[in-house]
């Protein structure tokens, strides 16, 4: 439960003001169609962190318990400092394959390749590399997209203007470079 609930509340937080936030809200105001586009984005959202899952799976397995130990602390270290760095979206990004595919593929696609190598997509390979419940990390990491991108489809810009990126940005940096520590330390259930 611990693996699903650190990868959920890690990725929403992790997620606001992220690039694919702001994709959530360039397609909104396109097409003004949300079913279509939170479809796309669940889809895109499982699509690319099962992979990612899958990747820190292997991660794991392949690497030793202390040097594991080690490249995950050091990870999500990493991590912290990129929480705080702003991301920025060419919206000319969401509207290159509408035509061809719709609002619903539109959005898998823009979503999927905006998501590679994206923070929250490291997040997961981190997170499934951390935690050996990989199915757990997968639908909470995709839980937590879910749970930062749908009000953001819905309500857009209003919502942006409330919220300050800046702090929930230092919020989700503080999480993970908590969790680098204790990573770090070996505390906890790590394996």
Do not use: C
Not at 31 to 48: D, E, K, Y
Not at 62 to 70: F, I, T, V, Y
Request: proline share 4%; hydrophobic share 60%; no cysteine.
């Amino acid at each position: 439960m611990e693996a699903f609930l650190v990868s959920t509340g890690v990725v929403a937080l992790g997620e606001m003001g992220d690039k694919t936030q702001l994709l959530a809200v360039v397609l909104a105001a396109m097409f003004r169609r949300p079913l279509p586009i939170v479809l796309g984005i669940l889809v895109a959202t499982v699509l690319n962190h099962a992979a990612a899952g899958a990747v820190g799976g292997w991660v794991a397995a392949a690497l030793g318990p202390d040097l594991l130990r080690w490249v995950i602390g050091l990870s999500f270290l990493a991590m912290a400092g990129w929480m705080l760095v702003p991301d920025t979206i060419d919206e000319d990004e969401a509207t290159r394959e509408t035509a061809r595919f719709g609002v619903f593929g539109t959005t898998v696609v823009a979503f999927f390749l905006a998501e590679m190598g994206d923070k929250t997509q490291i997040a997961t390979v981190a997170l499934a590399a951390r935690y050996p419940e990989i199915v757990l990390v997968v639908i909470g990491t995709t839980l937590g997209m879910m749970l930062a991108n749908v009000p953001a489809v819905y309500l857009g810009d209003r919502m942006a203007n409330k919220v300050s990126m800046p702090l929930v940005h230092a919020i989700a940096a503080g999480i993970f470079g908590v969790l680098g520590v204790l990573t770090l330390l070996n505390v906890g259930q790590l394996f």
